[in-house]
């Protein structure tokens, strides 16, 4: 089973920041329904790692979320994907109403966090490895993107901004050492949907202070 998820995973970077990719490519994911057993949740890339969190449905009818990551090669391209994380009998974050029971009104909701130690290849690493810290969001139906800023002491207002889009309603965000973000989810306001905006701070490991995102 992984196999396959792995491959998914690495076909999911591929599309959205491989080699020959302008930019993020930000193509909706479908419902786990029918004969689609496997949805790409969202992707982050940070420099040379890239990672991508999938939900999946078992044979036993329950859906799972799977955590995956990958290593950028010399020639651009990504190397085989390798399993970080997994858990089961979550609810189908696909579903808009399964999601809306989650959110209970809220513009986003921190689904859950974890932490890995990887090989970062950074010059502040020791041995060139680093606790990485993974968080998961569900948002609105209605949230468009993300707006994400670095917000550690002392940071200048206008620095290190990303505007990230989003796949589904599940946000995937990866932080090195010391990194501390402040998300906004964004809407348009359209006829007949209100502005949704909500805002959440995460951190990631203190065990040694991080470069600015990327």
Same mark, same amino acid.
């Given at each position: 089973?992984h196999?396959?998820?792995?491959?998914?995973?690495?076909?999911?970077?591929?599309?959205?920041?491989?080699?020959?990719?302008?930019?993020?490519?930000?193509?909706?994911?479908p419902?786990?329904?029918?004969?689609?057993?496997?949805?790409v949740?969202?992707t982050?890339?940070r420099?040379g790692?890239?990672?991508v969190?999938? %939900?999946h449905r078992?044979? $036993?009818?329950?859906v799972? +979320?799977? %955590?995956?990551?990958?290593?950028?090669?010399?020639? #651009? @391209?990504?190397?085989?994907?390798?399993?970080l994380?997994?858990? #089961?009998?979550?609810?189908?974050?696909?579903?808009?109403e +399964?999601?809306? @029971?989650?959110?209970?009104?809220?513009?986003v909701?921190? %689904?859950g966090?974890?932490?890995?130690?990887l090989h970062?290849?950074r010059p !502040?690493? $020791?041995d #060139?490895?680093?606790?990485?810290?993974?968080?998961?969001?569900?948002?609105?139906?209605?949230v #468009?993107?993300?707006?994400?800023? $670095?917000?550690?002491a002392?940071a200048?207002?206008?620095?290190h901004r990303?505007?990230?889009? %989003?796949?589904s !309603?599940?946000? =995937?965000?990866?932080?090195?050492p010391?990194?501390?973000?402040?998300?906004?989810?964004?809407?348009?306001? *359209? @006829?007949?949907?209100?502005?949704? $905006?909500? =805002?959440?701070?995460?951190?990631?490991?203190?065990? *040694?202070t991080g470069?600015?995102?990327?």
């Open positions: 089973m196999r396959n998820l792995a491959e998914a995973a690495r076909a999911a970077l591929t599309v959205a920041y491989g080699p020959d990719t302008d930019g993020r490519a930000a193509v909706p994911a419902r786990l329904a029918g004969t689609v057993t496997t949805v949740a969202d982050c890339a420099g790692l890239g990672f969190l999938l %939900l078992r044979k $036993d009818g329950l799972a +979320e799977e %955590l995956f990551f990958s290593t950028r090669e010399a020639t #651009g @391209a990504w190397g085989a994907a390798e399993h994380s997994g858990s #089961g009998g979550i609810p189908d974050l696909t579903s808009p +399964e999601a809306a @029971a989650v959110l209970r009104g809220r513009p909701a921190v %689904l966090a974890s932490w890995t130690l970062t290849g !502040q690493a $020791d #060139g490895c680093e606790p990485m810290r993974f968080h998961v969001l569900l948002v609105d139906g209605n #468009g993107h993300l707006d994400i800023e $670095d917000s550690p002392g200048s207002p206008a620095s990303l505007r990230k889009p %989003l796949t !309603q599940v946000a =995937l965000l990866a932080l090195f010391g990194e501390c973000v402040t998300v906004r989810t964004r809407a348009e306001a *359209v @006829a007949g949907v209100r502005s949704m $905006d909500g =805002l959440v701070e995460l951190t990631g490991s203190e065990a *040694v470069a600015p995102w990327a």
